[in-house]
């Protein structure tokens, strides 16, 4: 079955550091999104992509976040400069039309 | 926002019963998801109803919606341990999917 891949599964940056977190969405989707989910609380939307451009984005998804599709096949969202708060799970998901959204395992970014 | 909120927050349950758990959202929306998370681990889409749908099943879940009272419930049948997991309803407005805060549930053997 097809998956989405994310890498890496585990990242500790230094406060103020940039890290880019990437993705493999399935090859024939055509929407990707970022989410987020600090531990033990709920999943928040961060942005959706579409047709190479940002289709909408949440209040979190300020000007320290962005993304990109580099090539065919990547799709990674690279924080500038990371903050304490930025710690928490994000989970990359793409869609192509059917039921449910396929989300990746994951990757933790703690920021110390 | 679609934001879906569920009950309750958390849910046990011995092996065999039902488990039983509720999901509101605001505002109108095109379909409403099930996902799954194990501890630690990525969402797993369970089961999508569309706003026109009010009861649908698949395997030992069932879920309903009723689009007057913005409200949808999902239903577990015969829970096994294996069914120990944080289950989130996700709303679909237009091109995203806001989750609720989600339901732990834990099946006791």
């Known amino acids: 079955e097809p998956e989405v891949t994310q890498t890496p599964s585990h990242q500790v940056t230094q406060m103020g550091q940039e890290v880019i977190l990437r993705c493999v969405p399935i090859?024939?989707?055509?929407?990707f999104y970022w989410y987020r989910q600090i531990l033990g609380q709920k999943v928040e939307f961060l942005v959706s992509?579409?047709?190479?451009?940002?289709?909408?984005k949440s209040e979190i998804f300020d000007d320290q976040f962005s993304v990109e599709r580099p090539d065919g096949s990547n799709f990674t969202l690279k924080i500038r400069s990371t903050k304490l708060e930025d710690s928490a799970m994000y989970f990359c998901?793409?869609?192509?039309?059917?039921?449910?959204?396929?989300f990746g395992s994951g990757t933790r970014l703690t920021v110390v | 926002s679609q934001q879906g909120e569920e009950d309750p927050q958390a849910l046990s349950i011995q092996e065999g019963e039902n488990a039983t758990m509720n999901c509101s959202y605001k505002?109108?929306?095109?379909?409403l998801q099930w996902y799954r998370q194990n501890s630690g681990r990525g969402l797993v889409h369970l089961i999508l109803?569309?706003?026109?749908?009010r009861e649908k099943h698949s395997g030992r879940l069932r879920v309903t919606l009723d689009t007057s009272k913005k409200s949808s419930s999902l239903l577990i049948t015969a829970s096994r341990a294996a069914d120990t997991a944080s289950y989130f309803c996700?709303?679909?407005?237009?091109?995203?999917?806001?989750f609720g805060k989600g339901t732990r549930l834990h099946i006791l053997p």
């Open positions: 996700a709303a679909r407005g237009d091109d995203k999917i806001i």
């Open positions: 505002t109108s929306i095109n379909n």
């Open positions: 992509f579409y047709n190479n451009e940002i289709s909408e």
């Open positions: 109803i569309r706003s026109n749908e």
């Open positions: 998901a793409s869609w192509g039309r059917g039921p449910g959204y396929t």
């Open positions: 090859s024939n989707h055509l929407y």
